[in-house]
């Protein structure tokens, strides 16, 4: 039973390229998440879905688009990725307003 | 909207002393409350959680945790700290309020260090 499993695991981007983040999970749940964690901050809601098909932005989207084409899998895009957007994104998902379970984060660094 | 705070960025316990992580809260119907712990380059690790029912619940590793609703706080102890349990904590909410589906709310966390 893998959980949640985000691809890749470290990137580095230059100013203005594009990259998508995958997150997939095996626990059937109807609820996923994209966070952002910064020094300091806690973590941040970027994009949540509570279905597949749907989508919603959290707190800090500006920057991000999502998509939630299956059940299983919560992408993150990047159109032009900028040097804010360095961060430790994590995914997560619940089965519904319980606990939420987490990923091993992605580390993207943009130069 | 939904708030988290924690007062303390750092905590510091000697080894086999109780230790506390303070937590308070702001929602605008009934609180769901989690806590969550994150070992250095690891993601979060579900801790214990407060739906309803008894106030002082019990999670993993040791740790539990006392709603009380009058003081809207939720803070996170441990009888006996171990040099094991030094590690970044996280407490997180969601508010029923609009049925709870937008995701945890998080503070900023608390470094807890214990020290042998």
């Known amino acids: 039973n893998a959980g949640v499993t985000q691809t890749p695991k470290f990137r580095v981007l230059k100013t203005g390229q594009s990259m998508t983040l995958l997150c997939a999970q095996d626990?059937?749940?109807?609820?996923m998440y994209w966070y952002r964690q910064d020094p300091g901050m806690g973590l941040r809601l970027i994009h949540y879905?509570?279905?597949?098909?749907?989508?919603a932005k959290g707190e800090v989207p500006d920057g991000y688009n999502v998509s939630r084409l299956k059940k299983q899998n919560f992408l993150l895009g990047l159109e032009s990725a900028a040097p804010s957007q360095t961060s430790v994104y994590f995914c997560?998902?619940?089965?519904?307003?319980?606990?939420?379970?987490f990923g091993q984060g992605t580390r993207l660094t943009v130069v | 909207a939904q708030s988290v705070a924690q007062p303390e960025d750092q905590v510091n316990v000697a080894e086999g002393n109780p230790l506390t992580v303070k937590c308070t809260y702001s929602?605008?119907?009934?609180?769901?409350l989690f806590w969550y712990v994150q070992y250095p380059n690891r993601g979060l690790q579900f801790l214990l959680k407060y739906i309803t029912g008894d106030n002082l619940v019990k999670g993993s590793y040791g740790f539990e945790a006392e709603f009380n609703k009058s003081q809207t706080s939720f803070h996170l102890k441990k009888p006996s700290a171990l040099v094991s349990d030094s590690a970044l904590y996280f407490c997180?909410?969601?508010?029923?309020?609009?049925?709870?589906?937008?995701?945890?709310?998080f503070g900023k966390g608390t470094h807890l260090i214990i020290q042998p």
């Open positions: 929602v605008s119907g009934n609180p769901y």
């Open positions: 626990m059937n749940h109807e609820y």
């Open positions: 997560a998902s619940s089965y519904s307003v319980r606990e939420a379970f």
């Open positions: 879905s509570v279905g597949e098909g749907t989508t």
């Open positions: 997180a909410v969601r508010d029923t309020a609009g049925g709870g589906a937008d995701g945890l709310t």
